[in-house]
């Protein structure tokens, strides 16, 4: 079991840089795959990227490669994800996911964990 809690979020204009934090409790925070998706009004929750319980792997949807970068930190048990040249049809509500498996599934169905996500808004 892990419990997830996002942070970072906020309001940025358009072509500005945040970074969300995903801190996890427990200890065995370094065997859980990692990744961010985010929900837009109205829209379903969508796969932005993943890492490997090591950070030797990553994966990211095409929308945001180039522009954002998923990392991890094992010993202070914390995700993070660094959005960069942010546009204004990205403002959702972010959330941080964990998995068992080697890489956190792109299908939201397939997560194990869920954090409650913290809100992005990008304004043109």
């Known amino acids: 079991q892990v419990q997830l809690v996002e942070s970072g979020g906020g309001l940025v204009q358009a072509g500005g840089s945040l970074r969300l934090s995903c801190a996890a409790s427990?200890?065995?925070?370094?065997?859980?795959?990692m990744g961010w998706f985010r929900q837009a009004p109205g829209k379903e929750r969508e796969f932005v990227a993943t890492?490997?319980?090591?950070?030797?792997?990553?994966i990211y949807a095409d929308s945001v490669k180039g522009r954002f970068t998923i990392s991890r930190d094992n010993a202070k048990n914390t995700a993070y994800l660094q959005m960069n040249s942010l546009k204004p049809e990205e403002t959702a509500v972010y959330y941080c996911?964990?998995?068992?498996?080697?890489?956190?599934?792109?299908?939201?169905?397939?997560?194990?964990?869920w954090g409650q996500g913290t809100q992005v808004t990008v304004s043109s």
């Open positions: 996911a964990a998995d068992r498996s080697q890489l956190v599934p792109s299908l939201p169905d397939e997560v194990d964990y």
């Open positions: 427990g200890r065995t925070f370094s065997r859980y795959a």
């Open positions: 890492i490997s319980w090591n950070g030797g792997r990553t």
